[in-house]
Structure formats: C-alpha cells, structure tokens
C-alpha cells in the first residue's frame, strides 16, 4: 500500500479527452505548482481492487457511455449521480462510467461482500493466504458496518488511496490498522494487520519473509509512533510520525501492492 511517500500509485484510468495516455507521476511544475497524479495503465497492475474492476470491463461488452447512467436503476442498489460523485472524488466522469461497469459486471447487486473481497485477494496472492487480509480491508471500505460495500464507498475509498494527499493516506491507513474502530492504535491490532500482509504475501517471496518480521516492524514501528507511551497510538500521533519518520515511510513501501 503505497501511502506513505506520498505519491500513492500514479497514472490514468483512461486516455485524456484527446486521446492521449496521461504522463506518470504527479509532477511539480518549475513555480512548484502541484499537478494531480493520474493513474497510468501501467500502474494499474498494482492496484489489484481498480484492476480487478478494469479487468473485467475487457472481458465483457460495457454498456455505451450513454447508457451508463440509465443502467444504474437495474441494479438493487442504485449509486449516487456521477455528478455528484465527481464531487466527492478525483476521478473524472468517464473514469467513473468505466469503474461503474466493471463494478457491475463483477456485483450485479450494486454492492461488494466480503466473500467478494476474499475472491479478489485470493486471486492476485495465490502464493500466501489472503483471507485474514481481505477481511481487514473489507471492514475499511464497509464504514457503516453493515457486511457490504456500496458502489459510492469504493469509488471514495480508491479516490483517497489512488490521488488523495499524504494526511488523506494516513488517515485511511489509520482507520484500515484500527480494527475495532475506537480511534486508537494498539500494537495487537498493528500486529494483526502486519501478520495479515505477510501471510498474503506467502512464505516464498523474495527476499524471503521470516516468521520473526512482522513482530519486528510492529515493535519498531509502535515504540516511535507511541510518544507519550500510553499502549495506544491516536490519529495525530500516527500522522506525525509517519510524516516526520523517513525510516517508517520507507518500510511502509513494502506494502505498496496490497491494495
């Protein structure tokens, strides 16, 4: 999950309104204008939710971009109004029009289940166990608490994990590591969420993954981030140090490909 940096997985859905495929990478003008990252097509492979979603808009037959919006009233439940979801995130209309199709295509219902997310995660880390993994990131997504996913919730969840700002990332890895919800932090709750990763990522990777590893990150990672040593880790907390900590940054990298 490539958060941390600040740069998050770069590129464009679709080509821009000439046709042209975006260039990679925010980029900082010579005034140091920031420029809004797009996501490329090469970026997407590591992106497994947008791929999987891409993935299946090209082995089926979408429907026109006309008829996007008239469709969204076959499903159980209907999303809000591209408009209104452009406003609520950075991706543009045709990039919604493409994320709705494969969305449908894969949830006829409207709505993603956590047997769903499980599939997807089995899918792309055949070589580990995804399941606990999948289960972690299913309870983010699903902030009503309800056992499914709306099409509007994803769509805002990736808006934040793909383009939203360095304070946008933490936050959500924020609430994807505190897994009962209670706005703190515990190194039991951190261990899971590393633990959980490791197994997805197998036994058989390279370098090689060590059973002593996620242990090792949490209590590095817990005892900078935990500054007034209380056993719990808060959001500002979290967010200072991941800002200020080059070493936890870099180490964060190693799960740029989880989501």
Known sequence: MHFADGKGVDGGLLPDANGKEPSPGGQREDRGKWQKPRITRKSLMKCCLVKWIIDST?????????????????????????????????????????????????????????????????QFFPQGDATTYAHFLFNAFDMDRNGSIRFEDFVIGLSVLLRG????????????YDINKDGYITKKEMLAIMTSIYDMMGRYTSPSVRD????????????????????????????????????????????????
Request: aromatic share 8%; hydrophobic share 30%.
């Open 58 to 122: 090209t082995n089926t037959q979408g429907p026109e971009s006309s008829d996007c919006e008239l469709e969204l009233s076959t499903v159980r439940h209907q999303p809000e109004g591209l408009e209104q979801l452009q406003v609520q995130t950075q991706f543009t209309k045709k990039e919604l029009q493409s994320l709705y199709r494969g969305f449908k295509n894969e949830c006829p219902s409207g709505l993603v289940d956590e047997e769903t997310f499980k599939n997807i995660y089995s």
């Open 165 to 176: 700002s360095e304070t946008e990332k933490l936050r959500w890895a924020f609430n994807l």
């Open 212 to 259: 002593v590893d996620p242990s090792e990150h949490v209590d590095k990672f817990f005892q900078k981030m935990d500054r007034n040593r209380d056993g719990v880790v808060t959001i500002d907390e979290f967010i200072e140090t991941c800002q200020k900590d080059e070493n936890i940054m870099a180490s964060m990298q190693l799960f740029e490909n989880v989501i």
